[in-house]
């Protein structure tokens, strides 16, 4: 009777998670503070590597097409830092703002599973970020002349990254505080020191020791890694050690991100 209650409940949460995903759309997408995070940043960082690339080189190295090549070398660690970036950045925004106006309660206390609850507000972010970045995809195909060789690979890639960052932005803001600032900059602790430490623009095999055994941890290197394998390039690990490392890691940030909801909401 049990099992078959639950099964009937399924459904019902599938709805409710995709109503707390439409909310998030309609409300947080066009925050001033969310397009800073998920779109002006990433695309900061990328100049400003891409500066570096081009600067560092040799004042005798032809301009022109080697430079439109150098920048579209970047267009893969682009994908996986707008990725990061843009998926969990939604709900450290929208979960506290709601808690201050005190509509998250209501939430909590809806006929609908926690689950259901931490599975909508991930869905947001995945959608924002999945939909942001067809941005520097599409820039670097039309203007960087990229080829994609692996296309199934780069959209699994995109797709499990997303659904992957957006349940840590999930997990994070369980933090029980009304202040968006407070999740932000719990959040940007983990998220700056990825960037380094996952071969997103520093290459593993250049990384010492101990920042390669870190590196192992890290959503964002299988993220990266497998985007290289869309575009053809050499992927440090098996395409299917990193589909199955992002499939872990999103189960992980939801179970825990369930238990500390649980916890701080009982």
Partial sequence: MQLREKLRQIPLDLMASWAIAKKDMVIYYLRPNIIVSGILFPLFMFLAFAIGSIGGGSSQAPQGASEIAQLGALIPG?????VLFSASSIEPVSIPIERRMKTFDRLISAPMSL????????????????????????????????????????AVALCL???????????????PTENVGEVMSMLNLVRFPLIFLSGVFIPLSSLPGWGQVIAYFSPLTYTSDLIRFGYGATSHLSPYV??????????????FGNYLYRKFNE
Avoid: K, R, W
């Fill in 115 to 154: 689950q259901a609850l931490v599975f909508g507000e991930s869905i947001s972010g995945f959608l924002y970020s999945v939909g942001i970045a067809l941005i520097p995809l599409a820039i670097g195909i039309i203007f960087f002349g990229n080829v994609i060789i692996a296309p199934f690979a780069l």
């Fill in 161 to 175: 990254a997303s659904l992957c960052f957006s349940s840590m932005g999930t997990l994070f803001a369980a933090y």
């Fill in 242 to 255: 990193d589909t199955v490392a992002l499939l872990a890691f999103i189960i992980a940030f939801q179970a």
């Fill in 78 to 82: 682009l994908l996986a830092i707008t």
